[in-house]
């Protein structure tokens, strides 16, 4: 296939596509299922419709100018929680791969901050799964939560599997909402989480699996959740919904929040 000889492509050229397109894929699984997904469409379509027309419908065109003028700020007022949705992605998904983390800045100043208690919850979410107790269990990383720490009752104490099966406990007080975990300690109780607006979540997930999507679409949390109907576990990272079992869910804690590495352990899709 022979170009004309007024095309000439360079590698960079080549790479400037890549890049378009990987940002472009990352926009469109970001927003995937939501009704933001119509508005972004509308946009490409309203700037299509003004590449097409700049030239030859000159009254059309400007119009369509000065709309496409301000598209930047309409997408960042209308796509406010998509583009925090897409940073906090970046910042946890390729920052650490390439070694760029505060934590590690930290870890060299001082000593090392406490860790998970992953046998505590592991034990935790057994008992409560086995006797069917609904809990919805959100590991802070790097996003602040105080704002939804501050929409529950505040405990600071530290983390054990008997402390969270009491807490869960339906006839108790605190068993509506999620709790936040940090470290080895528990943060708050009964925290209000905000509701994922996904349209593709299947029906058969409740309100705490919406939740505990929800906080993970606009943080970088980890989140357990235990269905009461079934017993089932199930991680939200990112987004994403993924059943899980007991065995899997301990790989997952040592792999985020001790660093350790399992041959056996597969990718939480």
Partial sequence: MFLPAFIHIRIIDII??????????????????????????????????????????????NILGQII??????????????????????????????????????????????????????????????????????LQRNSMLDAYVQSGDVIDSRTTSRLIESIFNKWGPLHDGAVIVYQDKIRAACCILPVSDNFEIPEHYGLRHRAGL???????????IVSEETGGISL??????????????????????TGRKSREAKPIA
């Fill in 236 to 257: 939200a990272e990112g987004g994403k919904l993924t059943p899980v079992d007991i065995k899997t869910l301990h790989k997952k804690l040592e792999e985020e929040f």
């Fill in 69 to 138: 003028g301000v598209g930047a700020i309409a997408i960042i007022v209308v796509f406010q929680q998509e583009l925090r949705r897409f940073l906090i992605m970046f910042s946890a998904r390729y920052l650490p791969k390439a070694g760029i983390s505060i934590d590690n800045f930290f870890s060299k100043l001082g000593s090392d901050l406490p860790t998970l208690n992953i046998n505590g919850i592991i034990k935790a979410c057994v008992n409560m799964s086995k006797d069917r107790v609904g809990a919805l269990i959100v």
């Fill in 214 to 224: 929800g906080v993970s679409e606009q943080t970088d949390a980890l989140v357990i």
């Fill in 16 to 61: 400037d596509i890549l890049l378009v397109a990987f940002l472009m894929y990352q926009v469109y699984m970001l927003i995937k299922g939501t009704i933001a997904t119509y508005i972004f469409v509308t946009i490409i379509t309203f700037y299509v419709v003004w590449l097409l027309v700049r030239d030859n419908m000159l009254l059309l065109g």
